[in-house]
């Protein structure tokens, strides 16, 4: 029994694209929400990351959410693993599917599907010890111009992991990357939202007030005292890097919600550059309520 339907609801973070999923999915019913975010993945990290409540998870069926405990490593390789068994189940009940990024990388993986390279955590491991990020993004300039030209060369975890791939492949990283830079014909609708850009700043300021008083500080904390403590990749998590940096008293309260709300601000920037190059996304202007603006469009597409 296949998907009846596959559509996607993307844009920036606090563009409201959850609420809309959850507004639409909840009116339609038999839709079942993927999460395409790479933090939504971790368990316990839920109020910085946003991730759909207990209720709502109640209400509608969520996939990709919860997959790996905190301290763990989590790849996109795995995360397209974790989603092709949560398609059984949607595909069992006869389920539209209903993507929701996010993590542009990840809407990507679940649109066209990526070849993914493998893992040699070894080399990993050499290049992690190596503290200068300049000299690692000017060993991945020589290996592979192609690759620096998709990330910034401060993205220290993105840098290493394409040295990585191409110590270990003895290939480029960016050979197997096709799919990120193609957009071929596909079934899946993406629908996009979008606002003015400082309409949206104001709303990431207000959601990281928001994401504070609901208690951000004790949801990191919290994390800091397990006994493996957390990876990497979700330190970088926006608000749990700032957040770390105010526990362990490197920064005031003030300086870590300031901080967060720039990189926030900053990563929105990112992910509307992501998105704006595939031509396939319809876009959605908000003007003041996404619920109302964008449901019509993608209640249509589920239809």
């Given at each position: 029994?296949?998907?009846?339907?596959?559509?996607?609801?993307?844009?920036?973070?606090?563009?409201?694209?959850?609420?809309?999923?959850?507004?639409?999915?909840?009116?339609?019913?038999?839709?079942?929400?993927?999460?395409?975010?790479?933090?939504?993945?971790?368990?316990?990290?839920?109020?910085?990351?946003?991730?759909?409540?207990?209720?709502?998870q109640e209400q509608v069926p969520h996939?990709?959410?919860?997959?790996?405990?905190?301290?763990?490593?989590?790849?996109?390789?795995?995360?397209?693993?974790?989603?092709?068994?949560?398609?059984?189940?949607?595909?069992?009940?006869?389920?539209?599917?209903?993507?929701?990024?996010?993590?542009?990388?990840?809407?990507?993986?679940?649109?066209?599907?990526?070849?993914?390279?493998?893992e040699w955590p070894e080399i990993r491991?050499?290049?992690?010890?190596?503290?200068?990020?300049?000299?690692?993004?000017?060993?991945?300039?020589?290996?592979?111009?192609?690759?620096?030209?998709?990330?910034?060369?401060?993205?220290?975890?993105?840098?290493?992991?394409?040295?990585?791939?191409?110590?270990?492949?003895?290939?480029?990283?960016?050979?197997?990357?096709?799919?990120?830079?193609?957009?071929?014909?596909?079934?899946?609708?993406?629908?996009?939202?979008?606002?003015?850009?400082?309409?949206?700043?104001?709303?990431?300021?207000?959601?990281?007030?928001?994401?504070?008083?609901?208690?951000?500080?004790?949801?990191?904390?919290?994390?800091?005292?397990?006994?493996?403590?957390?990876?990497?990749?979700?330190?970088?998590?926006?608000?749990?890097?700032?957040?770390?940096e105010h526990i362990e008293g490197r920064?005031?309260?003030?300086?870590?919600?300031?901080?967060?709300?720039?990189?926030?601000?900053?990563?929105?920037?990112?992910?509307?550059?992501?998105?704006?190059?595939?031509?396939?996304?319809?876009?959605?202007?908000?003007?003041?309520?996404?619920?109302?603006?964008?449901?019509?469009?993608?209640?249509?597409?589920?239809?």
């Amino acid at each position: 029994m296949s998907v009846s339907k596959r559509v996607v609801i993307l844009g920036p973070t606090a563009s409201g694209k959850s609420d809309v999923a959850m507004s639409v999915a909840s009116e339609l019913g038999n839709v079942h929400i993927v999460a395409a975010d790479a933090i939504q993945v971790y368990r316990r990290m839920n109020i910085g990351s946003a991730k759909p409540t207990a209720a709502d998870q109640e209400q509608v069926p969520h996939h990709g959410i919860d997959l790996c405990e905190p301290h763990e490593r989590y790849t996109v390789a795995r995360f397209m693993d974790d989603v092709a068994a949560a398609r059984e189940k949607i595909a069992a009940a006869d389920a539209c599917e209903l993507i929701v990024g996010g993590t542009g990388l990840y809407v990507t993986a679940l649109v066209d599907g990526l070849t993914m390279p493998g893992e040699w955590p070894e080399i990993r491991a050499e290049l992690e010890a190596n503290e200068d990020t300049a000299a690692l993004f000017a060993q991945l300039l020589a290996l592979d111009v192609q690759a620096t030209q998709k990330m910034e060369p401060n993205n220290r975890r993105r840098i290493i992991r394409a040295l990585e791939v191409c110590l270990g492949s003895g290939e480029k990283f960016s050979s197997f990357g096709d799919g990120v830079g193609q957009f071929p014909a596909t079934a899946t609708r993406q629908i996009g939202i979008k606002w003015n850009r400082d309409t949206l700043r104001a709303r990431i300021a207000e959601r990281v007030h928001r994401m504070v008083a609901a208690g951000l500080t004790h949801e990191v904390q919290a994390l800091l005292a397990e006994p493996e403590g957390i990876s990497a990749t979700a330190r970088q998590g926006l608000g749990y890097k700032e957040f770390i940096e105010h526990i362990e008293g490197r920064w005031t309260l003030e300086e870590a919600v300031n901080a967060t709300i720039l990189r926030t601000q900053q990563f929105a920037i990112r992910q509307e550059r992501w998105y704006r190059r595939d031509p396939r996304i319809e876009w959605v202007e908000v003007q003041t309520d996404p619920i109302a603006e964008v449901t019509p469009l993608l209640r249509e597409a589920l239809a």
